[in-house]
C-alpha cells in the first residue's frame, strides 16, 4: 500500500538529548513537510523539502534539523537546542498539486 | 502572507443536525483550498479540495464546500452529522508546485447524541 510512515509513534526525550524522527513515503513526491501540532494552535511548519538535497526553514526551524539524501525519506532531529519539545509532529508529503497526504504522526514527550 | 482563519474553536450540534464550519483565507493569487479532518491521536485525512472550476466541491463522508472569492471563504457544510463525524477540521490553503499549506487553527466539532 502506498502512504507514509512516521515512527516510532511514541517518543520520550531526555533533557538535553538529540532524537530523530522518521519519516518515509512511497507515493513517488517530491516534497515533503515536517509539521509541529500543539493543542490550539493549529500545524506549524517546521521544514519543507521541495527536492532531494534541499530544504527550507518553516516558521519554526528554531532547534531542529532536517536531511533529504533520498526522496523517500526526510528524517527531523529535535536538538537539545530545542526548549519545549513536547509536541505531536506531522510529516506530509506532497506531489505538484500541493495537496498533501500525513502520516499518522508521533507523539515526542519530554521526561 | 497567506494566513487562514477558523473563527470558531468548538462546535457542538446535535446527530441529525445540519454542520457549517467557516474558513477565511488571505491569499495573493487564486488559492489552492482544502479541507481536512484529524481523529484524537491520528494524522490528518483530505476531505475535500478546490484547485478551479465549479465552486461547490463534493468531498468523502457526506461534506460538501462552497469557495465564495468575494467573501475569501472556504466553509465546510453537512447535511447530516453522524456521531463518528467528531473530530477536528482544520482549513488550509496552498498554490500550485507543492507549495507548503498553511493551515488553520482548527475547530473542534462534538456531537450530542
Known amino acids: 500500500d502506498g502512504g507514509i510512515t512516521q515512527s516510532p509513534k511514541y517518543l520520550f526525550r531526555k533533557e538535553g538529548q538529540n532524537v530523530t524522527l522518521s519519516c518515509e513515503q512511497n507515493?513517488?513526491?517530491?516534497?515533503m513537510y515536517w509539521y509541529r501540532q500543539d493543542p490550539g494552535q493549529g500545524l506549524r511548519l517546521i521544514y519543507y523539502s521541495q527536492i532531494v538535497n534541499d530544504f527550507q526553514k518553516g516558521d519554526i526551524a528554531e532547534g531542529y534539523s532536517v536531511s533529504r539524501e533520498k526522496k523517500e525519506s526526510f528524517p527531523l532531529t529535535v536538538t537539545s537546542a530545542q526548549k519545549n519539545p513536547t509536541a505531536f509532529y506531522l510529516c506530509?508529503?506532497?506531489?505538484?498539486?500541493?495537496?498533501?497526504?500525513f502520516g499518522q504522526g508521533t507523539r515526542l514527550t519530554v521526561v | 502572507a497567506q494566513s487562514v482563519t477558523q473563527p470558531d474553536i468548538h462546535i457542538t450540534v446535535s446527530e441529525g443536525a445540519s454542520l457549517e464550519l467557516r474558513c477565511n483565507y488571505s491569499?495573493?493569487?487564486?488559492?489552492?483550498l482544502f479541507w481536512y479532518v484529524q481523529s484524537p491521536g491520528q494524522g490528518l485525512q483530505l476531505l475535500l479540495k478546490?484547485?478551479?472550476?465549479?465552486?461547490l466541491v463534493q468531498g468523502i463522508k457526506g461534506f460538501e464546500a462552497e469557495f465564495k472569492r468575494s467573501q475569501s471563504s472556504f466553509n465546510l457544510r453537512k447535511p447530516s452529522v453522524h456521531w463518528s463525524d467528531a473530530a477536528e477540521y482544520f482549513c488550509a490553503v496552498g498554490a500550485s508546485g507543492a507549495q507548503k499549506l498553511v493551515f488553520g487553527q482548527g475547530t473542534r466539532l462534538t456531537i450530542n447524541p
Open positions: 506530509a508529503s506532497s506531489p505538484s498539486t500541493a495537496e498533501a497526504f
Open positions: 507515493l513517488n513526491h517530491d516534497a
Open positions: 478546490y484547485f478551479s472550476g465549479d465552486t
Open positions: 491569499y495573493g493569487a487564486t488559492p489552492y
